[in-house]
């Protein structure tokens, strides 16, 4: 039925993609400068505990090490680097001396050459074609169908003592961007989607350092079931394009409608990429940041009944009427706070890893070509050098109107910054308001704190059982 020429999975690198110097290997430690870091003759117990708790390995290495730390992986060089500034100069000043590193070579199987894991000259130019609908003006929209399916979701919570937040909060938050950027109407993928991600976002951590790709057509079930949850993805994405194709309506002006306008300017295999890329980064990490605010706010009762007051006194609420996107925002300054100090602790993306493409000094610590090197949103924000009480979930430290401003550049950086930032934070950031205040309106929700797993995102564990009482009712 395609007419799509190759899969993700099988696809090299592509040849117009900057050139990666040789990895560092260990047996060449004593030819590179000294860095403070454990012993690089424990590679192998380190690459251990680095597979079964990365953002824990991190944070102790940094609180061993200090914000520069050198240790060896899979036998290869990689360097943490948690300053503020270590931060700002990956991602910003320096950002081009660094190509995207473990991690997303893995997420590549699965999203191809989308937007996250591209790479220039691909990347500009797909950056430049998908913006538009993620500007300001296209956000209003986004909101409406975001208010109705919101509420559509919660209105099946009448009556119930309680629900699985975690997957209620991947289903609407599913729903909503295929609803506004594909204009998918209904849930038919929802499960599909759901399932074959939940695999592929296990294996890509899981085999994320490198040497492990060597498994990836071994007869082992844990990898066929990579390659089988990567195509079926893929096919799914495939058939909701050619079925627009079909509809005749390519013209509408929803992500995919500008995207199959521009065919003259990129590939069916790249649109294919850009569903997948935007179904993965669109839902996952707006969920998780929910599931973990509701759980912070379940053990801080205050800034539960703070929340709902704020939803009371929202106009937009009172009349039951859908609000413009700078309504929302007006309306919602301690739902922000709230939703700024959840993605400070609990940052759905907590590291974002790189390679060094020529030797260069960060933050006066040389880095040599071909290094992995870590930056960290878990590790660095919650750094005590920024953030008193780094540890403690207080949303109050947002309200201070000086506070975000006194922070020094790269030290809160869960959208990242420079021209690899997060293209959905507005798009993020509009449904999460709304979903915290239409639900406080409603509901109180009360749940255990759940422990992390973290994975490709920083996931709570499990469903997250979560009871769920009328608003009338709770505070009685
Ligand atoms: C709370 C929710 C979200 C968080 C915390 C988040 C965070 C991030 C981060 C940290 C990156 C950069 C990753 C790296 O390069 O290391 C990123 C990239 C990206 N995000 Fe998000 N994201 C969120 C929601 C969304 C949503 C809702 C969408 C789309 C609807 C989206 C689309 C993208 C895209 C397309 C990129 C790649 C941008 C590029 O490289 O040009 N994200 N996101």
Redesign the pocket.
């Known amino acids: 039925m395609t007419t799509y020429a190759n899969r993700a999975f099988d696809t090299p690198r592509p040849a117009e993609y900057p050139g990666i110097p040789a990895p560092i290997f260990r047996r060449n430690w004593r030819t590179q400068p000294e860095l403070p870091g454990p012993n690089p003759l424990l590679s192998d117990w380190l690459t251990l505990t680095f597979i079964r708790n990365t953002p824990q390995f991190l944070s102790k290495m940094q609180k061993r090490y200090g914000n520069t730390c050198a240790f060896y992986l899979s036998r290869r060089l990689f360097i943490g680097v948690f300053s503020a500034e270590a931060v700002h100069q990956v991602t910003v000043a320096q950002q081009h001396n660094f190509v ?1 590193g473990v991690g997303f070579a893995r997420m590549r199987k699965v999203l191809g050459e989308g ?2 894991t591209n790479e220039e000259p691909i ?1 500009l130019n797909h ?1 430049r074609l998908m913006q538009p609908p993620f500007h300001h003006g296209n956000l209003d929209s986004y909101v409406a169908i975001m208010h109705k399916l919101v509420n559509e979701h919660i209105n099946k919570w009448d009556g119930k003592s309680s629900v699985n937040l975690a997957p209620e909060m991947m289903t609407i938050t599913l729903e909503i ?1 295929s609803q506004c ?1 594909f204009g998918l109407e209904s849930s038919k993928y929802t499960a599909q989607i759901a399932h074959s991600m939940e695999i592929a976002i296990d294996r890509i951590e899981r085999t994320m350092l490198p040497g492990l790709e060597r498994f990836d057509k071994s007869a082992l079930s844990y990898f066929v079931a990579f390659e089988e949850a990567a195509n079926q993805l893929a096919d799914i994405a495939e058939e909701i394009i050619q079925t627009r194709i079909a509809s005749n309506t390519t013209h509408s002006d929803d992500l995919l409608g500008i995207l199959l306008q521009m065919r003259d300017h990129i590939s069916m295999e790249h649109i294919r990429d850009e569903v997948l ?2 179904i993965l ?2 839902h996952e ?2 969920a998780n ?1 929910l599931t973990w605010a509701f759980s912070y706010m379940s053990n801080n009762p205050q800034a539960a009944a703070d929340l709902a007051q704020e939803a009371d006194q929202a106009q937009w609420i009172k009349e039951k009427r859908v609000p413009t996107f700078a309504e929302l925002e007006a309306s919602s300054t301690f739902a922000t706070a709230v939703l700024n100090e959840t ?1 400070r602790l609990a ?3 907590w590291v ?1 890893p790189r390679i060094a493409l020529k030797d260069c000094v960060i933050d006066g610590t040389q880095v040599p070509a071909g290094a992995h090197v870590l930056i960290s ?1 878990f590790v660095t924000q919650r750094l005590d050098t920024y953030f008193t009480q780094p540890n403690t979930w207080n949303p109050y430290r947002w309200m201070d109107p000086h506070f975000e401003s006194s922070l020094p550049r790269g030290a809160y950086f ?3 910054a420079g ?7 507005s ?2 950031l509009a449904e ?1 308001r709304l979903i915290l205040l239409l639900v406080a309106h409603k509901f109180h929700t009360s749940n255990t704190m759940p422990k992390a797993q973290p994975r490709t995102t920083y996931r709570a564990k499990g469903v997250v059982p979560t009871a769920i009482k009328a608003r009338s009712k709770a505070y009685e």
Do not use: I, M, N
């Open positions: 995207k937007l996250l990347h950056r961007v950027l890329t935007l980064s669109g990490t707006t940041v993605l940052p759905p993306v974002s949103q869960p959208f990242l021209s690899r930032k997060c293209l959905g934070e798009f993020a999460s």
